[in-house]
């Protein structure tokens, strides 16, 4: 059969289009006919069937989003807001700091090496597309149950995807996440984060502007890989003599990611570009349709010229292609040359493949014919919105209800200790260094910080002491218990984190994980988070600046637990200043921030020792993250404080053994007497760190703590020739026995 | 080199010409994606004609890491890196003793000095016949040795070898990222720049 031109649908209006295969509702389909004014050819129905899908449509979400604007606090730190590919925020001195997180979950269960590098690969193109140096990746994880068969399958391919992209492109993997719990088995999660620097007159849009300016496609050559929807076009329209089988997930190349950041940013320095976009979900259609969107609105692309991998192609493969690094670049005719020098040298291949037009219209044209002939805005930005119903579900009460005050207590010192032994050997607790060895976080030469701290550091530049922090968290059971509480605890651990090091926070972005936005108890949970979410960042000052939903995380009638993961960014005037994680003074005296409440809603000692799932999560406090921050920024800063660590999972406990073993250091603890022993261990209250104070410091310490009314208990002292941890009346474990206990879990589970 | 009062000069893969520089340091990285074998390529750059003519006049040249490869494949040093023995990329802050300071990149350590500098590599196994290696040990060419424990199944722990002059050096881990206290594992690895740089130890 062949091409369908826009001649042949207008003379052939009745044709039957297999728009339900590509995911269309029916009414969306007579939409795109009423914006046409006719049938959609097969091109133009495979532009509408990805940009308007859930994934780059935000169809099902944009109603909820919209709050992360309406309710954005007041802040003159953000250059560029939500909307772009990436939000950027003021650094000062003329620096800017660009950052996002976003999933790609699906792929990394199908196929978990390429689908995790990948979505490092994706997430590097959005940052570098801003024109930012990436300099940093990130990434939070979720797992099914660390024993069940697949994720002996699942987690060793994405943490090595996600090392071989990002140790290839020469990227430090500075923090992140690694969960496990079995509602992820099926659909884990793997959410990527990069940070990238740029000086603030180099911040790049994705808009295609100037009439006669020329659309240059660069980098990678298209292929098949990454075609879901097309093929379904494909044998509509072609005979099966093609190379059908090819990967549903696209296939990462990272040195020609590599050699096509060095090329942007020599592109961008010598200013050669008017606008620029990556090519990642939906690829072409999408970068042309955005760029046009953006710009002056009119396109003309001769797809013909578009470099292919597989000549067998037809324009529908090539429009929804996902192939890897590529990027599409608006640039002035004057500055062709330059622009196709700079990629000569670096052996990019580049092609002009169009030009900007005032039409108001994106036209593209295959062997001379009209094949699209489209207004961009009604693909890029004018796709449906749904308010999709939604409804608590009934037994989110018997949840929350059944609080597990019941459930078995630890009591004597022997069973506090063998709880302590569980509790920082089991999946969630335990080192994940079996994982991060697998990163690089050394490469380029300015990591201030990375796992197991609190947050990631990386200094700007080497010209500089400036410095960024960054901390992705996450608790689905939490948000399970209570989702508008799960995402503020999320944003308070993240916030937390980020203090703790001696930064200030400043700006937040996220990936909200979920399962099908057409089952009305997950829109509830979809919609209390977002809800949360948006009063939370007003109330910390700290502004979203862009991010991603990932929806249809779910087996059968089963989703996933709600899952938002969330990141902070915070800056540092002066990196030497950041505060570690681990004991390292001889004598520092250790203090208790916050307050213990007998909190264990959602827990991980209700999880690990019960398999427990109830309650309330712990009660969010802004105000006190907010003095909390002020306390360990300042503290930082003025050298009060030698070591710092967040109390999350796990409690107090966790806290202490990683401080421990971060340098192999022992302590005495003394609890507070008027606490039970097993809440002053195990409880996970939030607005609380555990610092240490060298003794010459501590008067000014307390004062400053007092003056602001931080409670501020003073709990024991950091002796480097003990070989225990000592929790004085109650146990002791020598540092070796937790050193094995927090170590061997996740090395037995994948060498064993 | 920076850090160590040397002035930095890039040199271009398919440009020749050595722009008169003093040495040659061949970074890490992952020339061409190392979707080959690592090195095999990037052996062939135009600009490693210059180096491997140079080195054999007695130009210092350091291989760290995939630059390490890279002088394996270029026959400047004898032996091969392979795969790491449990199939995994390692990122370390790995022990090391210094063995041989007969060599412009090493004159700054003692014999037998133990340093901290950090390790990350997928292909780091250092392979090599029982005979070269025994020749190695015999010429005191073996620079470092791991200790604590062998990261990636390196023949008799080798993390790094010298050329017969001693100018040509290769080395697995990475003194670079040991260069200042705040963003490495401390300074133990600045020595093998001091010692280019004519500082004394």
Known sequence: MSLDTVQDAIETPDQPQPFAELGMAPEEYDRVREILGRRPTSSELAIYSVMWSEHCSYKSSKVHLRQFGEKAPPTDALLVGMGENAGVVDAGDGWAVTFKIESHNHPSYVEPYQGAATGVGGIVRDILTMGARPVAVMDSLRFGALHAPDTARVLPGVVGGIGGYGNCLGLPNVGGEVYFDESYLGNPLVNALCVGVMRTDGIKLAKADGPGNKVVLFGARTGGDGIGGASVLASATFDDEKPSKRPSVQVGDPFAEKVLIECCLEIFAADLVTGIQDLGAAGLSCATTELAAAGTGGMDVDLDLAPLRDPTLVPEEILMSESQERMMAVVEPEKLDDFLAICAKWDVTATVIGEVTSTGRLRMRWHGEVIVDLPPRTAAHEGPVYERPLERPAEQDALIDNDGADLPRPKSGDELR?????????????????????????????????????????????????????????????????????AQLALAEAYRNVATTGARPLAVTNCLNFGSPEDPAVMWQFSETTRGLADGCFTLGTPVTGGNVSFYNQTGETAILPTPVIGVLGLIDDVTRRTPQGFSTDGALIYLLGETRNEFGGSEWAHVVHGFLGGRPPVVDFARERLLAD???????DGLIDSAHDLAEGGLAQALVEACLRRGVGARIVLPAWLDPFVALFSESTGRAIVSVPRSEEVRFTDMCSARKLPAER?????????????????????????AAWTATLRDRFEG | MRVSGAESVALWHADPDLHGVDAVILPGGFSYGDYLRCGAIARFARVMDSIIAAAHDGLPVLGICNGFQILCESHLLPGALIRNDHRKFVCKEQRLRIESVDSPWTSHYELGQEITIPLKNGEGGYVADEKTLDQLEAEGRIVARYLNGNPNGSYRDIAGVRNERGNVVGLMPHPEHAVEALTGTGTDGLGFFLGLVGVSA
């Open chain 1, 418 to 486: 063998a709880t302590l032994l569980q509790l920082i050997s089991s999946a969630n607790l335990c080192d994940r260094s079996w994982v991060t060895d697998q990163y690089d976080r050394f490469v380029l030469g300015n990591t201030v910080l990375a796992q197991p701290e609190d947050a990631g550091m990386v200094r700007l530049d080497e010209s500089t002491s400036r410095g960024i922090a960054l901390s992705v968290d996450g608790n689905g059971r939490y948000t399970r218990l209570d989702p508008y509480a799960g």
């Open chain 1, 715 to 739: 709990i024991g002292v950091v002796d480097l020739l003990a070989t225990e941890l000592e929790i004085q009346k109650h146990f002791s474990v020598p540092l070796r026995e937790l050193r």
């Open chain 1, 631 to 637: 306390v360990l920024i300042n503290a930082s800063r």
